[in-house]
């Protein structure tokens, strides 16, 4: 067998490669949860409550029952016998006690708590029968007096859950309070804020689908389902909601068509379908229209937040106060309570040294659909709060705010912030400084003047954020409430002709890991990236996972993998000494061959793999036959991105209308595999932060509870022509160093930097301390009329 060309093989890491897995997807051979069809197939459709708050008097199922092609009805009596939705990261309040976790019943039972809550599910012959039929089932509503206002949802004296007195969850916090306040008491000056951080509907391409089928022959289930990870879904379901063996559930994600946080998540459907398919005795298939999206997927976001920044005459940082009441939804969905806690207040250190830092969190629940982790998932709360009142400082102060932002970097490493964590590594003036380049900064005064003299105001705002990600490790977050743990697997099988098949218990659906997880391997062993396959989204087939979110793929999920490849390489030079007669600590591993040191003799990869299905060619006594090998990875730390942005926005003062003109972004993320994808990555982000600053708003009617943006003609989401020519650089960086790619995350960055970018731009065109989001021409005209 010929050596494999070292220079393809070198030259794969920090390539942009193109992804492999877009052939299919371009060319429709793609394979999502609504194109499976099982033999003997029958359809789902749930009925939802029309109203956000009532008593269920009764059901009166038996029309529904006897129309044509129904198969069975089920309601929350049916579903009394086993558990509720679980949660999974326990929050303690200030006083010890732990959150309040009422039950979050599969089908409502005896109450509904928002527009959108199941409360029967219809099986039939076809999806029409089953929603036709849907339609014949009488109940019987109470209304009760819905509590929607997030920042109201504690004075408010209708209940949501009668375990949970004033709507309250818990309320958290985390900093020194005594030694902030003083602090405070001390400052020349005091910058303070009071704003809303708006509610967000997912929308994924794909709409969440599941198709549950249940083997009477050995009493097993099969689940394929749209989720960014499988392996949970099927742990928390097994364990906590329904007590079916684990080993006798297999759950598959196949292709899914964008997640961004909304199908981490355990939800209702997917876990009544598995248990009724047994009932039924047949696959029960269901898959969301968009309008029951917009109802029933969690939203992410959704705080009222009060912030004060203290600083001294120079501009130095000298405390941090925040307070914000987080809008949970009506039930406790798998994450919701670690997003706004440990994931918000943990950063809001943000890139600076402020000694101080204090945050409360009062987390509430409403009569809304549960709030949980959106890309981001607290992070771009936490970077809205601090880059709002910085850039607000920096105005008040007459400092410039990137002179502001200097004044206050972190520029010793490791660094302990006073909100519980420990940044590695950074340089947060080579990216301001870029940024500043790459957005020509210095040219903004002779543009602003020519959109004065179109009558037009034009403004810059910065945004200076760092994130938390690579979501691990699993000693920190259990000791923060987490439930389970947050490593990752990773399995190499080698077959005999040196060709590689990798299971990762990562989830792509849309990262592009067929392509970047096969440029790391394929680098590793020095083989083309042909010749390596990923397999991912299968508990049947994957040793187990705990799936993507929290930009951990690469971090946690690619260190797994390289885990398992040294373990392949290192038995690998067992059996190369053997058949190059020499000791196993003379070979060494370099492009794909492994030789003997100091010398011309070598053997490739592929024939080593051959031998080692080949056991007569090797010592039995030493080594057993087959090349594979598995690895777990906790990381020590998170990896911690940082990035700095700047936006430009031209704002028409008689209509209120912002254009985003320019948006200059450059982040840090370590070592960077497939630049390509990480652009694209960045460019959604921003898209998607842009979309919240600007149009994007789930609102709904304060007196009924009704989601009043319940479709794409309420609810605003950017299109291209909302969009500049975006920017983008990747800074040299600052390679992490606790995992072996020196990789950070970057899925999420866009969207946490761009928000407070928008926002600063167009506060600085129109001279204003605030404007919410989303700035709305309509919004921003009234702002401009107000300050007038």
């Known amino acids: 067998m010929n050596a494999p060309d070292s220079q393809v093989t070198q030259s794969l890491i920090g390539q942009s490669v193109r992804r492999r897995e877009d052939g299919r997807f371009l060319t429709g051979r793609g394979q999502y949860t609504d194109d499976i069809v099982l033999p003997r197939q029958t359809y789902a459709y749930f009925l939802r409550s029309p109203y956000a708050h009532a008593k269920i008097a009764s059901i009166n199922t038996a029309a529904a029952a006897e129309a044509e092609g129904v198969l069975a009805i089920f309601t929350g009596e049916h579903f009394r016998a086993v558990g509720g939705l679980p949660c999974g990261w326990l929050i303690n309040s200030l006083d010890g006690s732990p959150m309040k976790e009422p039950k979050h019943p599969i089908l409502a039972d005896g109450k509904v708590r928002y527009v959108g809550d199941q409360v029967a599910l219809v099986v039939a012959e076809t999806y029409a029968q089953a929603k036709a039929a849907a339609a014949l089932i009488e109940v019987d509503y109470q209304e009760l007096t819905p509590v929607v206002d997030t920042a109201k949802a504690a004075s408010i004296a209708s209940a949501v859950h009668d375990e949970a007195p004033g709507n309250i969850c818990y309320t958290w916090g985390c900093g020194d309070k005594a030694t902030t306040d003083a602090a405070m008491a001390k400052a020349a000056h005091v910058t303070r804020l009071e704003f809303r951080n708006n509610r967000l509907i997912p929308n994924a391409i794909e709409p969440r689908g599941a198709n549950a089928s249940y083997n009477a022959g050995d009493e097993s289930y099969t689940l394929y389902t749209t989720s960014q990870n499988p392996h949970v879904a099927r742990l928390l379901m097994c364990a906590f909601v329904l007590g079916i063996p684990e080993h006798k559930v297999r759950v598959v994600a196949p292709d899914v068509g964008g997640g961004f946080g909304s199908k981490i998540f355990l939800y209702a459907e997917e876990t009544a379908l598995t248990w009724a398919s047994k009932q039924v005795g047949r696959p029960i298939k269901w898959t969301a229209d968009r309008s029951e999206a917009f109802l029933s997927d969690a939203h992410g976001r959704d705080h009222a937040t009060v912030a004060e920044l203290g600083l001294d005459a120079q501009g130095k940082f000298l405390a941090m106060r925040v307070h914000t009441t987080a809008n949970l939804g009506a039930y406790l969905s798998t994450f919701a309570s670690s997003v706004p806690t440990i994931l918000y207040a943990t950063l809001l250190a943000g890139q600076y040294t402020t000694p101080a830092i204090y945050a409360e969190v009062t987390g509430v629940f409403t009569n809304t659909a549960p709030v949980d982790a959106y890309r981001g998932a607290g992070r771009p709360e936490a970077t809205y709060v601090v880059e709002r009142l910085v850039e607000t400082a920096a105005k008040e102060m007459g400092i410039d705010p990137a002179e502001l932002r200097r004044r206050n970097f972190i520029r010793s490493f490791p660094y302990a912030t006073p909100v519980g964590l420990t940044y590695d590594v950074g340089d947060y003036d080579a990216t301001l400084d870029a940024v500043q380049d790459l957005a020509d900064v210095k040219g903004f005064a002779a543009r602003r003047a020519i959109s004065e003299a179109k009558g037009l105001k034009r403004g810059l705002g910065y945004s200076t954020y760092i994130e938390a990600c690579g979501l ?317």
Not at 562 to 569: F, P, W
Not at 739 to 764: H, T, Y
């Open 472 to 788: 691990a490790p699993s000693n920190i977050a259990g000791a923060l409430g987490a439930r389970a743990g947050l490593f990752e697997a990773g399995e190499v099988r080698v077959h005999p002709t040196g060709k590689v098949t990798i299971f990762t218990g990562s989830h792509s659906h849309g990262q592009g890991h067929e392509t970047t997880f096969a440029q790391v391997v394929a680098a590793k062993l020095g083989i083309p990236i042909e010749d390596v396959d990923i397999q991912h989204g299968d508990t049947g087939k994957v040793l187990f996972g705990m799936g993507t979110y929290g930009s951990r793929s690469l971090s946690v999920g690619g260190t797994a993998i390289v885990k398992a490849v040294d373990k392949v390489i290192a038995k690998g030079k067992k059996i190369a000494a053997h058949l190059l007669e020499a000791a196993d600590t003379d070979i060494e591993f370099e492009n794909g061959l492994f030789k003997v040191a100091g010398t011309d003799r070598s053997v490739p990869f592929a024939s080593v793999s051959l031998t080692a299905y080949v056991p007569h060619n090797y010592p039995l006594d030493k080594l057993e036959p087959g090349l594979n090998e598995n690895a777990f990875y906790d990381p020590t730390n998170f990896t911690y991105p940082a990035g700095s942005y700047v936006c430009e926005v031209e704002v028409d003062p008689a209509t209120g209308q912002v254009r985003v003109d320019r948006f200059s972004a450059v982040d840090d993320f370590g070592n960077i595999v497939n630049p390509m994808i990480v652009e694209g990555q960045v460019q959604g982000g921003i898209a998607q932060g842009i979309g919240q600053a600007l149009l994007e708003h789930g609102i709904y009617d304060p007196d009924s509870g009704q989601l009043l943006s319940g479709s794409y003609m309420d609810y605003a989401m950017p299109r291209a022509d909302d969009l500049p020519s975006f920017q983008i650089r990747n800074a040299k960086g600052t390679p992490c160093s606790h995992n072996p790619l020196g990789v950070k995350g970057c899925g999420e960055a866009g969207a946490i930097g761009s928000p407070p970018a928008v926002i600063n731009a167009i506060c600085d065109a129109l001279g204003l301390k605030d404007i919410a989001m989303p700035a709305t021409p309509h919004t921003v005209w009234q702002a401009i009329q107000a300050a007038r």
